[in-house]
């Protein structure tokens, strides 16, 4: 009844295992993809014909986990699974961005790839086999895609590189890159590290480009193997005679346009000469050009002339040469009532970040189909329309906003402290007030001088810088710290960030069909230069952290106790820390191992909530002198409290060195008291003098 197609092929220290033919026959293609148990099904979807007047190619991926793979119910009232985490939006990003460029130019049929986790190993991650599958799935579903890719995961340890590294290596590896390509070429890179070297960080890349060349030989096979024909297709030709039309009437506005340093100035310049096109060329008569096909020419010569100038080592569209990072200006402490706050500003890119400290009790918890885990360093990133001088949608963030959040938040992971040494949970937002180029690298930045300012030990400050590229045959430029205009017209967006040392991420996203190791060791000598350039302007305004934290932010004092005494202060039905919180204002956390973290907004709270602890959980010594509280009064003496929950009996012989006839004509309850402790006895019994404390 099936006609199944396999092939299995070792990867790293693990098997994939890649099957069609069983599983959602009547899409184009449909992958299973298992690696080492963790199983990923991946679905490809194609529209046979373009809809009429489209101007962009629909490609749409969507990755999705269900908790059944890990065996789980979803929470909520619903028990189904919801919107997509952050994490699923950023794997569905992953997985767009080296496919993308390998469909053909002009294509413009709809393709939905998606992609679904169903069984999960906790220790292989499904990120791989995803790509892996994706991959598969295009390659065998005959819509034209240039590909296949292959996609390996890295990690480096004691000077050695580690393919496909399992959770708990990449928990001990100063890497975490994912780099996926075809056979031939590099397309996108994406890792968080340790400040590590441009060689490290570039071998890293090689590695794992060589490695996945088996995973790409195997992909092929299967697709030959299940044998679906390429569907027929091809680009259409380009109106020679509308190109030279469209220059004819407005190439001179448009070099005069992208000659403005300005970029309103530069837009409105544009936006006259294509109103000027459209007027000229609205003849009215049949069978002219359709506004699209117009619109399409215009962009064509837009892209020519640019690239052609920096091609030709003419000054960029703002009078710079390729290695000059436009001017910097840097300010901290911007906003009083804030814990800290940055204003970074890079030419016409800008970003207002600030820092919150709170508690622990702050801190994300996180679902995630591995098992849920606490995030105590949110970084979020905002892009409002009016950044870019326009209205539009405000809201949840969308796919482009978590991807940049997440990128700047990998820039910055490892400089910052650890929870033993800073016990703050911390957000960072960082708010883009205007974008002309890599507002995410400016968020770098502004983190940086935001956690500075607020007093968070960060190990060093870091700085970020995005590189472009234009490509022509065998000539090409790479160009340092890129506009909107370049990033739109170039060929690579490669992002840097890191300290003086080293390198902490590294995105690079490529718009055709790859770059030589040539082209990626020239770009990250020149994101070197121009971090170390920008780092040196951060730190003529703050070059390390504050000493103090604002006193707007909650204090912490931290301590550890016996675990056996954890019940005592917690009390029953935790009667007795609610009480510490209600006396003191401060909040206290304490885990199962006795540390305690005891949070306030003074310091004076923190450390008076610190005194009950420390009196709870401390040990009676005999011959120490207490201040203690009578508790009882009786014939033969009086019970006096030296410490939480712990009394002692003053006898009524010593409670003065005079004859004392009557305990209550010395002494009533609720007295405060000076008392030596005497004895304990065999069953804690705690023997008490007032008249010991006299003599001294």
């Known amino acids: 009844m099936f006609d199944v197609v396999t092939t299995t092929f070792p990867y790293g220290e693990h098997t994939v295992e890649l ?32 809809k009429p007047g489209q101007d962009f190619f629909p490609l749409t991926v969507n ?12 929470g909520g009232f619903f028990r189904r699974e919801a919107r997509p985490s952050e994490g699923e939006t950023l794997l569905a990003r992953l997985i767009d961005r080296p496919i993308r460029p390998l469909f053909p130019n002009g294509y ?15 220790e292989i991650l499904p990120d791989i086999p995803a790509m892996l599958g994706t991959s598969a799935a295009l390659a065998a579903s005959g819509i034209p895609f240039a590909g296949p890719i292959g996609a390996a995961q890295v990690g480096y340890k004691d000077g050695a590189y580690i393919l496909n590294p399992s959770v708990a290596q990449l928990e001990e590896s100063d890497l975490d890159l994912m780099v996926a390509g075809t056979e031939h070429a590099v397309l996108m890179v994406e890792s968080e590290a340790k400040e590590l070297s441009e060689e490290i960080m570039l071998g890293a890349v090689v590695f794992g480009h060589e490695q996945m060349q088996p995973a790409i030989a195997a992909i092929k096979e299967f697709a030959a193997e299940v044998g679906n024909e390429t569907w027929e297709w091809t680009a259409a030709e380009k109106d020679t005679a509308l190109a030279k039309s469209v220059a004819d009437i407005c190439e001179a506005d448009l070099k005069d346009a992208f000659s403005t340093a300005d970029k309103m100035d530069r837009q409105d310049k544009v ?5 000027k096109l459209m007027e000229a060329l609205a003849t009215g008569e049949e069978n002219v050009p359709s506004d699209s096909d117009i619109g399409n020419a215009f962009k064509d010569l837009e892209k020519s002339i640019v690239r052609s100038r920096i091609i030709a080592g003419e000054p960029r569209i703002d009078g710079r040469d390729s290695l000059t990072v436009r001017a910097i200006e ?91 040494s800073f016990p703050y949970t911390i957000r960072v937002v960082s708010e883009i007030t205007e974008s002309n180029g890599s507002s995410s690298m400016a968020s770098v930045c502004g983190t940086s001088l935001s956690l500075m300012d607020a007093g968070v030990p960060i190990k060093a400050p870091v700085a970020g810088i995005a590189m472009g590229l234009v490509k022509e045959g065998e000539k090409f430029a790479v160009l340092t710290d890129i506009l909107g205009d370049e990033d739109h ?24 069909d790859g770059i030589t190791k040539e082209i990626m060791e020239i770009a990250l000598e020149q994101a070197q ?75 004076a709270a923190a450390n008076a909530a610190k005194k009950i602890i420390e009196d709870i959980t401390a040990e009676a010594e005999v011959g120490t002198i207490y201040n203690g509280k009578v508790a009882k009064i009786m014939e033969f003496g009086a019970f006096v409290t030296i410490l939480p929950g712990k009394d002692g009996l003053v006898h009524i012989s010593q409670i003065s060195n005079d004859r004392v006839e009557k305990v209550s004509d010395h002494l009533k309850e609720g007295d405060e008291v000076r008392v030596k402790l005497l004895e304990i006895d065999r069953q804690g019994r705690m023997r008490l003098s007032m008249k010991e404390v006299d003599a001294e």
Request: hydrophobic share 40%; glycine share 10%; no cysteine.
């Open 529 to 603: 230069t121009a971090r170390l350039h920008i780092l040196d302007e951060m730190n003529k305004v703050i070059d390390k952290s504050r000493a103090e934290i604002s006193d707007f932010a909650p204090r912490y004092v931290t301590m550890k106790i016996n675990p056996d005494k954890i019940r005592e202060v917690i009390g029953k039905g935790g009667e007795t820390i609610r009480g510490i919180t209600e006396q003191t204002g401060a909040q206290v956390d304490i885990d199962d191992t006795g540390a305690i973290k005891i949070s306030a907004v003074d310091g």
């Open 19 to 50: 099957e069609m033919g069983e599983i959602a026959r009547q899409a184009h293609a449909a992958v299973k993809v298992d690696m080492g148990g963790t199983v990923v099904f991946v679905s490809v979807v194609g529209r046979k014909e373009a």
């Open 63 to 74: 990755y999705q986990e269900k908790t059944y793979a890990a065996g789980k119910i979803p």
């Open 108 to 122: 413009m049929n709809e393709v939905q790839v998606i992609i679904t986790v169903v069984s999960l190993n906790p």
């Open 271 to 275: 936006a006259a000469a294509k109103t």
């Open 330 to 420: 840097s300010r901290v402490g911007v906003l009083p009532r804030t814990h800290g706050s940055a204003l970074f500003t890079r030419g016409e890119t800008q970003a207002l970040v600030v820092t919150t400290l709170g508690t622990t009790r702050d801190a994300q918890i996180v679902d995630a189909l591995q098992g849920s885990y606490k995030d105590a360093f949110m970084l979020h990133y905002n892009f409002p329309p009016y950044s870019v001088g326009e209205t539009g949608r405000t809201g949840s963030p969308g796919r482009r906003e978590i991807g940049h959040g997440r990128l700047a938040k990998r820039g910055v992971l490892a400089v910052m402290p650890d929870q033993e």
């Open 489 to 512: 017209l170039g060929d690579m967006d490669f992002k840097v960030a890191g300290t003086k040392d080293g390198i902490n991420a590294l995105q690079m996203d490529i718009k055709i």
